[in-house]
Structures are given as structure tokens and as C-alpha cells.
């Protein structure tokens, strides 16, 4: 019980502190997903990525993006194999989403 009250103040606390809006953040499955929604990444009903991308702002959010990518395919042999070219696959379309945002 004292965990849900700690994770619904960090989640209040995140939500005000980077204006986040939560209304199209879906819940987390059930069924742990280490590519599209980490269980361990997640705190209430926010993901670490979103409070990452409002802490960064648009520029440094997409160099933070890009980095990933990098990273991922750059381990993929050593360590995570497919898991790991999914996630740099993930983060790069994650960058072209917010590349698209400032053409439209």
C-alpha cells in the first residue's frame, strides 16, 4: 500500500512538474514487453521515455533518440540480439515521429 502511494505522487509530481499529458499514455500490459513498454520503466501511469522527452525538450529528445539507436545496433552481436535491433528499431521510429511533428 505504501508503494501505490508513493508511485501516485511521483506520478502527480511528473505529470505537473513537465506538464505531461497522460490521456493517450495506454496502460501497461500486463504481459512485460522489454521493447515497446517496460515494465521496469514505468512509474504509475507514466513511462520514463515521456518524462525523459519533456525533461530534454524536442532537440534533446531526438538526439537522445538517435543516441539509442546507435547504441542498440552498436551492441546487438553482444548483448540482446533481436531484442536489441527491435529496440534501436523502436527508438528510430520514435525519432521520425518527432521529426514529423515539426513538418506538419
Not at 499514455?25 to 522489454?34: F, G, R, Y
Request: proline share 1%.
Amino acid at each position: 500500500m505504501g508503494d501505490e502511494n508513493l508511485r501516485d505522487k511521483l506520478d502527480r509530481h511528473f505529470t505537473a512538474t513537465f506538464k505531461l499529458d497522460t490521456s493517450s499514455i495506454d496502460e501497461v500490459n500486463e504481459v512485460d514487453d522489454n521493447v515497446n513498454h517496460p515494465a521496469h520503466y514505468t512509474m504509475g501511469r507514466i513511462e520514463t521515455i515521456e518524462a525523459i522527452s519533456a525533461a530534454l525538450g524536442d532537440e534533446g529528445f531526438q538526439s537522445y533518440c538517435a543516441g539509442n539507436v546507435l547504441k542498440y545496433v552498436w551492441r546487438y552481436r553482444h548483448k540482446g540480439g533481436k531484442e536489441s535491433l527491435e529496440k534501436a528499431r523502436w527508438y528510430l521510429d520514435r525519432l521520425i515521429a518527432e521529426v514529423g511533428k515539426g513538418c506538419g
